[in-house]
């Protein structure tokens, strides 16, 4: 299979022009076809390794495609090591190497300390700002952009066109409901797919207590509407995931952020030092490889989570879209499974291991679940009706656990291969987290290291990192950031890394 | 063509039980395939009228399909007035009948006149109870409800079948885009495809200016968000479409219902005393065919309907989503037209004439942009990514024009059947409105006839109808009701309606 082959490619939607849907764009199924015919080439020795490859220009002609359809099938292949560009010489095929495990990883990260008084959320501008900057490098058409920023992953390790074939199957064979109305809580066929699915990790769901929503995002947005009223406090994990601060924000709630470890999460005595210090009407957690720090609440620890959270009456707005990234043994249980009361609503989706543009979550609200679907229903009707089949029919049918298992693997080894990376590169004195999902690293650098400033700094050269400021209500972890491992190649993540260090090292200290 | 042909067969996606999503469902395609190639034999002379049908059972061995797509064929035509059925019998080639047009239309409805006191919105659970009992119904397998309730139009008269091939075109040409984050404010050639036909009625946009929603309901409810606060006040028709008064009373506002004229619309003398008598934060009005009235502003009275809001630093949030269905002359301006300081958001999308199951609604938020697209991307951070390259796609070259003619001719004949079925069914004292587009009539009964209870009634005859206390904060209007002439064949909505005079007739004056 032909590696991460168009990442570092100008990918995202917003790339597609006015009027040049059909004319200009690059032809996305064709150049990864002749990419991967050319690869499959090289492998046979047909082409041979150091030899230049055809020009574009022939290479567009000889296949009848155009210019930039044939440019974007050798950026595939460079990325993935099967060619190398030479300045005013062209494409040559080279020789692959492995980028070689040393083995060495930087020390670990300590506990995080932060201030348990209820704050607004203050960084809100910030995340903009570099959310929006981010976005207009990405559609600036540098097709070199190194994508440490954003937690998405390489498109290339996505079943898109197996859910492509979902899709086109449910359209035609269902034309009048793919275009009806599907109100809230959603097409049955899918809650029931996710429902069985729940059950393989320990957790009873019926259909009915799943709700349908555009992703997880928006059914954390309902869970917290369902829960809170505007002023209220709501405990998060110090770091955590931007989106959920800037819907604290937005609701004009304040945030109260707990301790967390950086391989076991949330620090359960910072927590209930909190609650018992402040009136907290919910709490958002990622007990499973959360969002910056793909830490792991063990068993133990969530079961007590619960408890404690029961006994407080605070709900649980548990965040598991990362469940399914465990690197190693069996995909780890949601807190919800240790609920007796629906005092958990238990947020999840597919759009960390499956279709991102699909926007398909879901949310079982527990003893909320009727607000969820009525604020469902009022807020936005209910979700497209196609994707919802599509996901359905490739969950019974498409192989999403062959699929998991696939792209574990490929999480493991890249987040491996990053840790690896900074231990070589960055200067001394730099820390991380040691992750066992998701596909991002967490890493503390030398005091004197403003990451906002080496996100400016780093845009300039074509690196996209996550600054850590925009993962604190209060704008702390000035010298963290978030290294997104899920979607450059293993040689284009290590020539950032590297770019990155060298950047760093510049720095007075 | 043949009419209308599933329409009366349950329809919504909610009946594809948990795993029949493959083999016990109708075959949506193929039904239609087979009821139109039997109607071309009766149009032919093929199939005699008066004949008896093959049986059920006979078409599906002759054609090798199953019983239930047979019998979806069959009731298609008996929709479409091509076959009955005779108990015991079986179906039978029938003569076709138009119902034949009377010419006496019911009096019209007056002005409505409602408190200007501010409320909180008390038919909240009303609405829940109406629209569940309504889903209930829907989903219960009853082949032969009648659809006067939702306004929903006959899924027959969508171009399914063209939207569908823009879907598959996108999903195999952009496999990746269409399975990448679509952030918001969403795809550009949607944006573009938007701005263009804006400029068709005379309305000036920038692709920039819009923001892609999940529907107009989650533009409403961005846009309610963006520039209220929890106990404000909110100006609305009365009577107005009660998602509106659910995203009132889902976010905490209380709402000032404000005259209207059954064919007019707003009434600006009872907009401007209750400016003057109260402190009002936003209004939500629907000027061009709002639901349910269906009434139109006149150009002069959105001119001045903006100037007055402009004045008052009052933003108007405009609902245009029926804009498109004019049953005659040109298509109405939205009153956005003439915003000059950008006060005006313009809330849109495609879900009445063209794709209910896609979801794709936007909104041009004038100088709230920002702000929208904030609480966008907080809230569900983008469109799911085909669906809006479809709906781009059919814009630019799939005859949406072609299509609205059609369609609005649609309108407009079902909704004058509609009110003659009424002048000749319903008891005397009945009154309704003449509106101008939509496919909806808002009907003033009796005094002594209460909707909520006709609702019951009817339901359990097969009848779905849309009580007027759903439509009012304070659960007036309690002898009216809303009647949808979009989705039932011509003899299918007549028959409706002598059975409701019927149950009307029953009850005590």
Redesign the interface.
Same mark, same amino acid.
């Given at each position: 299979l032909l590696h991460s082959d !168009?990442c570092g490619e100008k990918?995202?939607?917003?790339? !597609?022009?006015?009027?040049?849907?059909q004319s200009e764009?690059v032809?996305?199924?064709l150049y990864r076809q002749i990419a991967s015919q050319i690869a499959t080439q090289i492998d046979n020795g047909i082409l041979k390794r150091g030899t230049k490859a055809p020009s574009i220009r022939r290479l567009s002609s000889e296949r009848g495609i155009s210019i930039s359809t044939a440019l974007a099938a050798y950026r595939a292949l460079e990325n993935d090591g099967y060619l190398e560009a030479r300045p005013q010489s062209g494409y040559y095929v080279r020789e692959r190497h492995n980028v070689n495990s040393t083995g060495i990883l930087p020390p670990e990260i300590e506990q995080s300390t932060p201030s348990l008084e209820p704050t607004t959320v203050r960084n809100a501008e910030l995340v903009?700002r570099v959310?929006q900057a981010s976005?207009y490098a990405s559609n600036s058409g540098n097709a070199d952009l190194y994508q440490l920023g954003a937690a998405?992953c390489c498109?290339?390790y996505?079943p898109?066109?197996a859910?492509?074939k979902c899709?086109?199957n449910?359209?035609?064979?269902?034309?009048?409901?793919?275009?009806?109305?599907?109100?809230a809580p959603g097409?049955?066929?899918l809650r029931?797919a996710i429902a069985r699915r729940a059950l393989d990790y320990g957790l009873t769901l019926h259909?009915d207590d799943i709700v349908l929503?555009?992703?997880a995002?928006?059914a954390l947005?309902l869970c917290l509407?369902a829960v809170t009223?505007?002023g209220d406090a709501v405990a998060i994990g110090s770091p955590t995931y931007y989106?959920i601060l800037?819907?604290i924000?937005?609701l004009?709630l304040r945030a109260v952020e707990v301790a967390t470890h950086p391989n076991d999460g949330v620090v359960l005595e910072s927590l209930e030092q909190a609650l018992e210090s402040e009136k907290i009407s919910a709490c958002i957690f990622m007990p499973s490889f959360g969002n910056p720090l793909g830490a792991r609440m063990s068993d133990e620890n969530k079961k007590r989570l619960v408890a404690m959270l029961d006994k407080w009456e605070v709900p649980l707005i548990e965040d598991d879209v990362w469940g399914n990234t465990n690197f190693e043994g069996a995909r780890p249980k949601p807190a919800k499974c240790y609920d007796q009361t629906g005092n958990v609503l238990l947020v999840s989706g597919f759009?960390k291991t499956l279709?991102?543009?699909?926007?398909?979550g879901w949310v079982a609200a527990g003893r909320y679940r009727k607000r969820v679907e009525?604020?469902k229903?009022?807020?936005?009707?209910?979700?497209?009706?196609?994707?919802s089949?599509a996901i359905?029919?490739f969950l019974?049918?498409g192989g999403y656990d062959y699929h998991l298992r696939r792209i574990r693997r490929y999480f493991a080894e890249q987040t491996q291969m990053a840790l690896e990376g900074i231990a070589k590169h960055f200067p001394e004195g730099t820390k991380t987290n040691r992750p066992k999902g998701g596909h991002f690293l967490w890493v503390e650098l030398p005091q004197h290291i403003d990451t906002i400033e080496l996100f400016e700094d780093a845009i300039k050269e074509g690196i996209l990192i996550a600054p850590g400021p925009i993962f604190s209500a209060r704008q702390k972890f000035k010298n963290y950031m978030r290294v997104n491992c899920g979607y450059n190649s293993p040689q284009r993540m290590d020539f950032a890394l590297e770019k990155l260090g060298g950047m760093m090292k510049k720095k007075r200290g």
């Open positions: !168009i990918m995202n939607s917003n790339v !597609i022009g006015p009027s040049t849907l764009l032809d996305d199924r903009v959310l976005n998405i498109p290339s996505l898109t066109d859910l492509t899709l086109i449910a359209a035609k064979r269902y034309p009048d409901i793919g275009n009806s109305y599907d109100f097409t049955p066929v029931t259909p929503t555009v992703g995002t928006e947005q509407r009223n505007p989106n800037q819907l924000e937005s004009g759009s279709a991102p543009g699909y926007r398909v009525y604020l229903i009022v807020g936005s009707e209910g979700n497209p009706t196609l994707p089949l359905a029919e019974n049918h």
